[in-house]
């Protein structure tokens, strides 16, 4: 889990109650943290992975202050601006988005700089992954000429001094030379145009996701007002990064002001956006989830406790309270009524809950379905078999079009702030596998693969809209193979159970057609088995006939 570290003294004074590294210790941990180190004036504090809201000492006391019930959770807003950054087209296959703000009358220390870079750094390392899919520029106003334009050119255009450099350089210059390009420059490989900042006087800021520039990148105590972006892919991601960093900069004393984005050819936009989440919340969910059976007074002062606003309270007809929860834009995190339902627990105190046992009595044991993965992937080893292990999140490219099927045909799980290698949870594993085989077209023939896991599939009825699936795959790649060769592993397989199945001929666009059907058990359709479409191979680069099936373990059961 991230740490971030921070002076004891700071922390209390920000806090504003005087508190001993011991009551400090305990406060954290009710809140599911620890501190972790203790070095004089020098701590360090280990927060939940999801709280990134935490990284930054602000952001800690923040969170403290309404944990121990000394304040509330300040209403944080924007000031309506003028000010404008343009972007252009140019961008659409670089980096396409931004998200800005300005953030004036800032009383900053070296302390302070040092823990916006702390935290800069940390969320470009968690959140941001490693400024892959965003990445964080922070700029003293005094030094910019406004309008701002984020723009895209050749690097040997781009010319400017880098943050850290004593003389000017180009994009290349910079990816091959200084310490920082050379670091990130794999993020702008296979570029032929390179994203900047440059301000209305033709200044150059900086060029994302690498350096900022000397002249206009470098925050001191002298700086007052200060110019925030964030770019990269996704504008989810985006604002969720620029949420953080205005709200740290408002609790240093700092006014948020708005800026207008021109994204040429489309839309404007207004960032940041700071406003409050509607959530709900029912006493049924905490008495499911957590055990507790509260008045609704209780559990008002738990959620405000927890920095949640209760705007109204509704009673059913089941006598439950639902609350009508207001929650700060900086938490993230809250996907799911469990998220708040934990927060609850927090706030009660885990040591303080009811300790209660079952009204059964069991023995532990493994699932049903675990021992029938478990009993066939021993059946596979003994065929011949190599087992694989690909991924859960995978690309729409690989699941779809490289597989001759239509997004508008097949349903799935898209990744709201995915990206093209992770845009959708996968529904079979037969794609995956294929990209397996094409990662091992050097090693020797036949290659016999299988793998049993979870793939996930559209389930209106569930609360998440999705629900987990047990799979079983098998592929065989040769100079020839078979529907024939396919049918006789799966026959093998099955009869180990004294199962029994037919195969109902069928089309399908990612196999042969005539040489491809649906496996058939108790009149259900459990899977598919055939050989793949040649196109398909194609796709996936490989370059001699996989047979494959692919069946639901759970429909067996």
């Known amino acids: ?132 899919k965003g990445a964080i520029g922070i700029y003293p106003l005094e030094h910019i000429t406004l309008p701002i334009t984020f723009t895209a050119d050749f690097p040997q255009n781009i010319v400017f001094q880098p943050l850290g ?69 996704d504008k989810v991601l985006l604002n969720e990064l620029l949420t953080n960093l205005v709200c740290m900069f408002a609790d240093m004393g700092g006014d948020i002001y708005s800026m207008t984005l021109n994204y040429e050819g489309q839309e404007s936009e207004v960032t940041p956006k700071i406003d409050y989440q509607e959530k709900l919340f029912s006493t049924k969910t905490l008495k499911h989830y957590i055990g507790l059976d509260l008045s609704v007074e209780e559990l008002k002062v738990l959620l405000e406790k927890m920095m949640y606003v209760v705007k109204d309270i509704k009673t059913t007809e089941n006598g439950e309270a639902v609350f009508s929860l207001l929650a700060p834009a900086f938490r993230r995190d809250l996907w799911h009524e469990v998220d708040i339902a934990e927060d609850v627990a927090r706030a009660y105190g885990y040591n303080n809950l009811p300790l209660t046992f079952p009204n059964v009595s069991t023995i532990g044991s493994t699932l049903e379905l675990s021992d029938l993965r478990e009993e066939f992937s021993d059946v596979m080893v003994g065929l011949g078999f190599l087992e694989t292990y690909t991924f859960g999140l995978t690309a729409k490219s690989d699941q779809l079009d490289k597989m001759n099927l239509s997004e508008d045909h097949v349903g799935f799980v898209p990744v709201a702030n995915g990206n093209e290698t992770q845009g959708m949870m996968r529904i079979s594993i037969i794609p995956e596998q294929l990209k397996s085989l094409a990662n091992n077209r050097n090693q020797p023939l036949p290659q016999k693969i299988f793998e049993g896991d979870f793939v996930v599939l559209p389930d209106l009825s569930k609360d998440v809209k999705a629900r987990n699936e047990m799979h079983l795959s098998a592929m065989i790649t040769d100079r020839a193979v078979t529907f024939t060769q396919i049918k006789q592993v799966l026959d093998s397989l099955l009869l180990t159970r004294g199962i029994n199945i037919s195969i109902k001929p069928t089309n399908h666009p990612s196999f042969i057609k005539g040489r491809a059907g649906v496996i058939i058990f108790d009149d259900i359709a459990i899977g598919i088995i055939g050989e793949l479409n040649p196109q398909v191979l194609i796709n996936f680069g490989l370059t001699t006939p996989v047979a494959a099936f692919e069946l639901n373990l759970e429909s067996i059961l």
Do not use: W
């Not at 180009?170 to 570029?191: D, R, S």
């Not at 800021?205 to 206009?216: D, G, R």
């Open 1 to 132: 889990m991230p740490t971030t570290s921070m002076s004891f003294s700071s922390l209390i004074e920000a806090i504003g109650k005087d508190l001993t590294v011991d009551e400090l210790r305990s406060a954290l941990f009710d809140m599911g943290m620890e501190l972790e180190e203790v070095e004089g004036d020098d701590i360090a504090v280990e927060v939940t992975a999801e709280r990134l809201d935490l990284l930054s000492l602000q952001g800690l006391a923040r969170a403290l202050r309404s944990f121990l019930g000394i304040a509330r959770v300040p209403i944080y807003g924007a000031k309506n601006s003028d000010y404008v950054v343009n972007i252009s087209s140019k961008l659409t296959d670089v980096r396409p988005f931004t998200v800005c703000s300005i953030v004036k009358n800032l009383n900053l220390s070296d302390e302070r700089i040092k823990e916006i870079i702390d935290v800069q750094e940390k969320l470009h390392s968690t959140l941001a992954r490693g400024r892959k």
């Open 165 to 233: 450099s004593n003389r000017q350089m180009n994009g290349l210059e910079i990816l091959q030379e200084h310490e920082t390009g050379k670091e990130y420059a794999h993020l702008l490989e296979g570029k032929d145009l390179f994203p900047y900042f440059v301000d209305a006087a033709n200044n150059i800021l900086s060029m994302p996701p690498i350096i900022n520039s000397e002249a206009t990148g470098r925050v001191t105590v002298d700086t007052k007002d200060i110019f925030i972006e964030c770019s990269g892919f």
